[in-house]
């Protein structure tokens, strides 16, 4: 390798990272703004208050027209594709103020094959699948707006079943994923307000508690997740279903006043700060007290409201509604160690035992709640599992007593689970919350698979290493041609899959050394092209929402550097 040419983008990458650091000690980065964030938060405004949010709306609507493509889709962030969920609730916001672009009807019918109702809900409902954890409230929004007439149409949700106490979700087969209770809350009390029915004397009975749970689960900040997108599904229905003066919806509609940025538009997210300050933990070359005690800082010290998670996980920010998960709390764990030298503290011991708390019975790792296993993003998946073994791995030489046994035999059933998800699969790992949406299936195996290679390698276990050995192949199999990786084979390059490849490769210094020159070669001529730190989506959120970071490209090549000239 040119040891030059990394020390020239190394010293570039660093400066930049470190001009994006907050006043507090922190990196914030800047997600990008969002298509759908913006067009369900201008249509819950305008339900719940048109006249006192008027300034907002009309700002809102500005910028949809303004990155509407010239056929009259949008995606989800500026830099993606058309898709039909973008489009979809950005016509509706549009139609729910007068002003839904002819095209944009247009480019639906054609998404779904025609016109009618019918189309548009089996369209929506057949795109997600079993899961409906977006695809009814897009139909909701729909309804509320008069796009679709016939609210039968729309699968109930059972808003009574969110009083039953959590442990008991795992047995019910609630259509939603674990973090998208407050809108099956929500929305069922609404679908109750709008159809009636038989029963609805009864199920009026639940609402009051109900709505005490939905009031348990809501943050200081009034943002449920801190997401634009749920906060403004569940304030929508709220206000539709009788409780628009409700502090629930009201401190809803403050979060979404609070949180909309200059130019009119809503992010996915508010930040990701504690996810990005963990990785910048981690690259950046010493140790730094100041940053370990802000780490520390943002464990959780009690049973989290939202999810009833036990105290000690980090989640993805350090803002009141984020949620304790496992990949932030193993990153919160590798960034401690490389910023303490491995000195143990409470907030470590604590963190390893939120992680085995989490852990599902098959050995692998979830991410928000153990258990649950029915829908995709309550599943064991290979990515955050290996993370964990990190992060385990880094700390019990550290620790002493029953606590390093019990996170020994972790480390161990989770070894054992990544052994077995690769007897059903010959493709790489595929990761759960990064795709590329380039790819024809939108999945990013070369993320997956890079990253945990990087992670396992990191461990020095024999059967880390074994497995990560085993998945090498994929990695140089699916280099372009250009040097770079995309999100699978023959799919574009990018910086951040071409990273995260040479963060793997770097873990073999006596080997594939034309695959490493002609990634670093690629990402080089980026460098002189000055189109290095681009934004380029591959975050996934809730379902199939595409964003960028910013910070993403600095960070992940920093890693890969660090690998290579350490």
């Not at 650091?21 to 298509?35: K, Y």
């Not at 350090?318 to 401690?336: F, I």
């Not at 189109?531 to 910070?551: D, H, M």
Request: charged share 20%.
């Amino acid at each position: 390798m040119n040891i030059e040419q990394l020390k020239e983008m190394q010293t570039d990458a660093i400066q930049r990272l470190m001009k994006h650091r907050s006043e507090d000690g922190m990196w914030r980065g800047s997600l990008s703004s969002s298509a759908i964030s913006t067009a369900v938060s201008v249509f819950a405004l305008q339900r719940i208050n048109a006249t006192q949010y008027a300034p907002q709306i009309d700002a809102g609507v500005r910028w949809l027209h303004e990155t509407m493509k010239p056929d009259g889709s949008w995606g989800d962030s500026v830099e993606s594709p058309s898709n039909m969920t973008a489009t979809l609730l950005t016509y509706v916001s549009l139609y729910a103020v007068g002003q839904a672009p002819s095209a944009s009807r247009q480019y639906l019918n054609q998404q779904f094959g025609g016109d009618s109702e019918e189309a548009l809900t089996q369209g929506v409902l057949h795109y997600y699948g079993r899961d409906l954890t977006f695809s009814v409230p897009i139909l909701m929004m729909c309804a509320l707006a008069g796009v679709l007439t016939h609210w039968k149409r729309i699968p109930p949700f059972p808003f009574e079943l969110a009083i039953l106490p959590q442990r008991f979700f795992r047995y019910l087969n609630l259509p939603v994923v674990s973090y998208a209770i407050p809108a099956l809350i929500a929305i069922g009390i609404c679908q109750m307000h709008k159809k009636g029915g038989f029963f609805s004397p009864i199920r009026k009975l639940f609402v009051p508690k109900a709505m005490r749970v939905l009031l348990r689960m809501q943050p200081t900040d009034g943002g449920f997740l801190e997401a634009a997108p749920l906060t403004a599904f569940v304030s929508m229905c709220l206000a539709e279903g009788g409780f628009r003066e409700h502090e629930v919806t009201q401190r809803c509609a403050q979060f979404l006043v609070d949180t909309v940025r200059e130019d009119g538009s809503w992010p996915i997210d508010t930040n990701l700060s504690g996810w990005v300050t963990s990785l910048a933990a981690k690259v950046l070359p010493a140790t730094n007290s100041q940053l370990a005690t802000l780490i520390k800082k943002n464990a959780t010290t009690s049973v989290h409201p939202f999810t009833l998670a036990a105290p000690g996980g980090w989640g993805w920010s350090d803002l009141s509604g984020s949620v304790p998960d496992g990949d932030d709390t193993s990153g919160a764990l590798v960034a401690l160690y490389h910023q303490t030298q491995g000195k143990c503290c409470p907030e470590v011991e604590n963190g390893l035992k939120w992680l085995m708390w989490l852990q599902n019975n098959d050995g692998g790792m979830p991410t928000f709640c153990k258990g649950w296993g029915k829908l995709p993003f309550d599943r064991s998946t290979p990515d955050i599992t290996a993370h964990a073994i990190l992060a385990m791995g880094l700390w019990v030489p550290h620790l002493e007593g029953r606590l390093k046994t019990d996170v020994q035999k972790s480390l161990d059933r989770m070894l054992h689970w990544m052994e077995k998800s690769l007897e059903v699969r010959d493709c790489g790992w595929v990761p759960l919350w990064f795709g590329d949406q380039d790819a024809a299936d939108e999945k990013a195996p070369v993320y997956g698979t890079a990253t945990a290679i990087d992670y396992l390698m990191s461990v020095q276990h024999p059967i880390a290493t074994k497995l990560a050995q085993s998945q090498m192949a994929f990695i140089l199999q699916t280099q372009n041609e250009d040097g770079g990786w995309g999100g699978n084979k023959g799919v574009k390059s990018k910086v951040t899959y071409t990273s995260r490849a040479l963060a793997a490769l770097a873990h073999f210094p006596n080997q594939y050394d034309v695959a490493k020159q002609r990634g670093w070669d690629y990402l080089y001529q980026r460098f002189k092209a000055g189109t290095l730190y681009e934004r380029e989506p591959i975050g996934l959120y809730f379902s199939r929402l595409w964003y960028s970071e910013e910070l993403y490209n600095i960070l992940f090549m920093l890693n890969a550097i660090k690998g290579m000239t350490s």
